[in-house]
């Protein structure tokens, strides 16, 4: 069976970091992502990784504050994020690609995780 499961969340303040972690099970050789949801807005794509870790993608407001990574090993993939700001208060999912091409739509992920919660505070 496949499951995915998210942890490391919690409330930190401006500025401060969380490394988020996915725990993988039922499947491999494929794409991993991170999403984000805050209340009343869209799904949002975070950043996304190739089964190697050999080429990952960011949203371009993202990109240098966040790291996707992964060890295969642990069948996990982590999310760092740096520099946190109020506007990343969200929950965040991880989720499996349904091959190994990276993609930045929702749709595109066919198994997803529960969510962590993200809260930044001033």
């Known amino acids: 069976q496949v499951q995915l499961v998210e942890s490391g969340g919690g409330l930190v303040q401006v500025g401060g970091s969380l490394r988020l972690s996915c725990a993988a099970s039922?499947?491999?050789?494929?794409?991993m992502g991170w999403f984000r949801q805050a209340p009343g807005k869209e799904r949002e794509f975070v950043a996304a990784?190739?089964?190697?870790?050999?080429?990952?993608s960011y949203a371009d407001s993202l990109k240098g504050r966040f790291t996707i990574s992964r060890d295969n090993a642990k069948n996990t993939v982590y999310l760092q994020m740096n520099s946190l700001k109020p506007e990343d208060t969200a929950v965040y999912y991880c989720?499996?690609?349904?091959?190994?091409?990276?993609?930045?739509?929702?749709?595109?992920?066919?198994?997803w995780g529960q969510g962590t919660q993200v809260t930044v505070s001033t």
């Open positions: 989720a499996a690609d349904r091959d190994n091409y990276l993609s930045r739509g929702a749709s595109e992920y066919g198994y």
């Open positions: 990784i190739t089964w190697s870790g050999r080429t990952t």
């Open positions: 039922g499947l491999s050789g494929r794409a």
